[in-house]
Each structure stands twice: as C-alpha cells, then as structure tokens.
C-alpha cells in the first residue's frame, strides 16, 4: 500500500521539504525506507534545516523506533551535542519574539556572544542555557 497523507496539501511525492512535521511524522509511521531514505538526504544536505527541526519535533510525537532513530542521526548530523544545545537556545529566542539585543541586554551578555551560542560556536554555561530558557517564562 502507497503512502498517502491526509489532511495535508502536499503528497509524498512532493519535495520532503515541503511535508512538514506531519508529513514527517506520517512517513515515519506508515512510510517505507524509500521514505525514510528521503528524509535523511534532506537532513544531510541541510543538517540545522528545518527538514532536520521536523524529525526532531516529530520523534518526539511517537515512540516509534525509527523516530528514535532518525532523531539520533540528525543530531549526528547537526555535530551532536553542542547542535542539540544550539537548538534549544535558538527556540528559545525565537520564542520570544524580540531581538537578539534586548535578550543579550536582559542576560547581561553581548547580542554577538548570544550570536555565537544560537550558531553552536561557543557552548554556553549551564546557567546561562537556563537562563536563556527561562526567557519566555519571564515574558508570560
């Protein structure tokens, strides 16, 4: 049986950068390994692309054990742990919606030294993750 997507603009014959989340997660669940295989490509030619944050968000929608799987090969990917840091930090500034010098201003750093924390250059404190993490609950 075919893959089909339901509720969905876009079929998986359309390009996976096109699928989003749901579609990821779809194929994930139903799809074959030409799906999978799709997939992964996409997160190789762009590791921090939004392809590789939707097998992320979409592994942590089920328990299914390629979900799991794809989620560790995209971090691989992405350079591991310091991407998966990375990661966080820059959803939490994008959740925020303000600029990255008045965030920078509120933790007492530089918007160039945030810059180097949401790019993975420069791996942050564990205090200063929690506090850029916090950000949002601040705002609420």
């Not at 390009?15 to 139903?30: F, K, S």
């Not at 799987?69 to 990661?87: H, K």
């Not at 750093?109 to 404190?125: F, I």
Request: with cysteine; glycine share 8%.
């Amino acid at each position: 049986m075919a893959l089909q997507f339901r509720n969905l603009t876009v079929t998986p014959d359309d390009p996976v950068e096109e699928w989003g989340v749901e579609g990821i997660l779809t194929a994930i669940e139903r799809g074959g390994i030409q799906h999978i295989q799709r997939i992964m490509r996409s997160v190789r030619r762009d590791p921090h692309g939004e392809v590789a944050r939707w097998v992320h968000e979409a592994a942590a929608c089920t328990d299914h054990p390629v979900a799991a799987r794809l989620d560790i090969l995209t971090t691989e990917f992405q350079g591991g742990e310091p991407a998966r840091v990375a990661r966080r930090i820059r959803d939490a500034i994008d959740r925020t919606g303000r600029s990255l010098q008045d965030i920078a201003a509120e933790l007492g750093t530089s918007a160039s030294r945030l810059s180097t924390y949401a790019t993975g250059k420069v791996m942050p404190s564990a205090a200063m993750l929690l506090r850029i993490e916090a950000l949002q609950l601040r705002q609420d």
